[in-house]
T-cell receptor, first 114, second 112 residues
Framework: DSGVTQTPKHLITATGQRVTLRCSPRSGDLSVYWYQQSLDQGLQFLIQYYNGEERAKGNILERFSAQQFPDLHSELNLSSLELGDSALYFC?????????????FGEGSRLTVL | GENVEQHPSTLSVQEGDSAVIKCTYSDSASNYFPWYKQELGKRPQLIIDIRSNVGEKKDQRIAVTLNKTAKHFSLHITETQPEDSAVYFCAAAGGGADGLTFGKGTHLIIQP
């Protein structure tokens, strides 16, 4: 158990819908990262938050947004869903703000868009 | 932004033999290079990492080498065992506000 909690574990929805994925980092970790894992694309970095502030942005679509709350949990919002958004979404946390330390991954949220 | 290329995409070795996975990166400012192992249906977990001020690091059967001039780094697994079967990801970070950039992964298969 990494200490990072993600909900829901599985989610099935239809195209055009909106979903919210939730992540609780390890106790004491200030950084939260979101990654998208598709079969042929590996782990695609979406966005990083550190202590409530956006710190780094990757290949995140405009239809996607995220935030980190004062209690440090984070939510990833995916809207106007398309078939291609079906993937495993990982949240990871670390104690550092820079990317020079171990990331602890949650178990992931598997999104299926029909 | 950073771009990490990883090869091969699939590697099959006999149990007991060695396995080598190679990665190249594009951003010369990157200074942190971790390797993650992801077993089927599980989350990625860090197995070893190396920083730019070190050329080699070893942890039991696993070693990582870094060549900053050529911008490539490699994972070496010796005396492979069935439990080494997994997908391995290399990554690079530290060159800017791009987060940790992962390669596309290598599916390592250990043949009995």
């Amino acid at each position: 158990d990494s200490g990072v909690t993600q909900t829901p574990k599985h989610l099935i929805t239809a195209t055009g819908q909106r979903v919210t994925l939730r992540c609780s980092p390890r106790s004491g970790d200030l950084s939260v990262y979101w990654y998208q894992q598709s079969l042929d694309q590996g782990l695609q970095f979406l966005i990083q938050y550190y202590n409530g502030e956006e710190r780094a942005k990757g290949n995140i679509l405009e239809r996607f947004s995220a935030q980190q709350f004062p209690d440090l949990h984070s939510e990833l919002n995916l809207s106007s869903l398309e078939l291609g958004d079906s993937a495993l979404y990982f949240c990871a946390s670390s104690v550092l703000s820079e990317d020079a330390g171990e990331l602890f991954f949650g178990e992931g949220s598997r999104l299926t868009v029909l | 932004g950073e771009n990490v290329e990883q090869h091969p995409s699939t590697l099959s070795v006999q149990e007991g033999d060695s396995a080598v996975i190679k990665c190249t990166y594009s951003d010369s400012a990157s200074n942190y290079f971790p390797w993650y192992k992801q077993e089927l249906g599980k989350r990625p977990q860090l197995i070893i990492d190396i920083r730019s001020n070190v050329g080699e690091k070893k942890d039991q059967r696993i070693a990582v080498t870094l060549n900053k001039t050529a911008k490539h780094f490699s994972l070496h697994i010796t005396e492979t065992q069935p439990e080494d079967s997994a997908v391995y990801f290399c990554a690079a970070a530290g060159g800017g506000a791009d987060g940790l950039t992962f390669g596309k992964g290598t599916h390592l298969i250990i043949q009995p």
